[in-house]
Nanobody, 123 residues
Framework: QVQLVESGGGSVQAGGSLRLSCAHS????????MAWFRQAPGKEREGVAT???????RFADSVEGRFTISKDSAKNTLYLEMNSLKDEDTAMYYC?????????????????WGQGTQVTVSA
C-alpha cells in the first residue's frame, strides 16, 4: 500500500522559513516524478514544484527563487524548503507521486497523494 505522509507545516511570520517533508513508502518504482501542490481555501489545487528521477526541477513563478524541492532516495523522503514566506503562501501543502517519470503540472498527472500539512503565514 502506497503511503505519503507530509510533515513540517506550521505557523510562521512573513519572511520566515519552513521545511516540509514527505515520507513515502510502499511504491516499488523509484523513477517517478514527485511534486508539491498547495490549495488555499476557495482556490483550486496548484502546482508548487516538481522533481524528476534525474533531479530536474520546476517551480511555479510565484515561488521561484524562494522555494527549493529536493529528495533523499535513500530515505524515501521528499522535501520542500520554503524561504521568504509571504501571506499568500498560506495553504494546505500536498505531496504527490506521479504516474510516470514524466513530470506534468496538473493534479491529474499524479497518482498518489498525501493528506497534506497546513502552512499559515501571518503578515
Amino acid at each position: 500500500q502506497v503511503q505519503l505522509v507530509e510533515s513540517g507545516g506550521g505557523s510562521v511570520q512573513a519572511g520566515g522559513s519552513l521545511r516540509l517533508s514527505c515520507a513515502h513508502s510502499g511504491y516499488p518504482y523509484s523513477n517517478r516524478c514527485m511534486a508539491w501542490f498547495r490549495q488555499a481555501p476557495g482556490k483550486e489545487r496548484e502546482g508548487v514544484a516538481t522533481i524528476d528521477y534525474n533531479g530536474n526541477t520546476r517551480f511555479a513563478d510565484s515561488v521561484e527563487g524562494r522555494f527549493t524541492i529536493s529528495k533523499d532516495s535513500a530515505k524515501n523522503t521528499l522535501y520542500l524548503e520554503m524561504n521568504s514566506l509571504k501571506d499568500e503562501d498560506t495553504a494546505m501543502y500536498y505531496c504527490a507521486l506521479g504516474w510516470s517519470y514524466l513530470c506534468g503540472w496538473e493534479p491529474t498527472d499524479f497518482r498518489y497523494w498525501g493528506q497534506g500539512t497546513q502552512v499559515t503565514v501571518s503578515a
